[in-house]
């Protein structure tokens, strides 16, 4: 049995944030790049620079990428050889965003009641998902989610006889409803299956994978890619502008459902879709 410290995993998490919010992954690097290579328009191209201006100044100058610095979102995967020695294992995962947002001095976004609205002051508490994996390992992924692009996310709850015509045409509608507000060119990810809520999940998930990767599953691969030209058809581009890349990348999620369900989740997310991994 291998034992973790809390103080490491708080280290680790304060590290997260500040990191997330300050540089972007390397996956999103290169679908950015390439979203700048493919751009037609000619204000989508200066839209893409000025972008890739302000990453720039982000990095260089230790300034955020975005002043929406998010809701942490933390995942993590635990090994069931791992004994966590130390404080509660929420509680230091909390200590970890509230070192990470106060010492990193992140906007801090959350408020302690949906309908008293009383901020924080340090951006906890985390949404946090916990899964039990094989291994002596702990693996974290954060995920800061802005509610710009968080508020144009949909779920539809569709039959089985829609199959997976009806689960594109939830994707595209979600995108067109979303226009100009998920702050384009977006990541956007799709969770099919499960239930209500696990569809939801699988969609958060989605989003966390490398954005320059594809489902394992053909059929998916070939969803993916097919969504993502038909969004980048639509015409709503960098800034919604206009322009010929309005999303960097589609990913897309699926697990086992119930007979008579078909539930389809979609979680959109801007140009950073901010995202780290470490394992402990």
Known sequence: MRE???????????????????????DMI????????????????????????????????????????????????????????????????????????????LRKSVVSDPIIRENTKDNTPAVIHYSIIPGNKIKITLAPKGFGSENMSRVFMLKPADGIEGVKDAVLTAVKDAGPNACPPMVVGVGVGGTFEKCALLAKKALARPADSSSKISYVKEMEEELLERINKLGIGPGGLGGTQTALAVNVETYPTHIAGLPVAINICCHVNRHVNRTL
């Open 4 to 26: 973790i410290n809390t103080e490491d995993i708080i280290r680790n998490i304060k590290e997260m944030c500040i990191e997330a919010n300050h540089y972007l992954s390397p």
């Open 30 to 105: 290169k679908v950015f790049n390439q979203a700048r290579n493919n751009e037609k328009s000619p204000l989508g191209c200066q839209i893409l620079d000025q972008l890739d201006e302000n990453l720039k100044i982000a990095a260089d100058d230790m300034i955020p990428i975005c002043q929406d610095t998010g809701m942490a979102v933390v995942f993590m995967e635990i090994g069931q050889d791992v004994h966590v020695i130390g404080e509660n294992l929420e509680d230091a995962i909390n200590e970890g965003v509230r070192q990470g947002y106060v010492e990193g001095f």
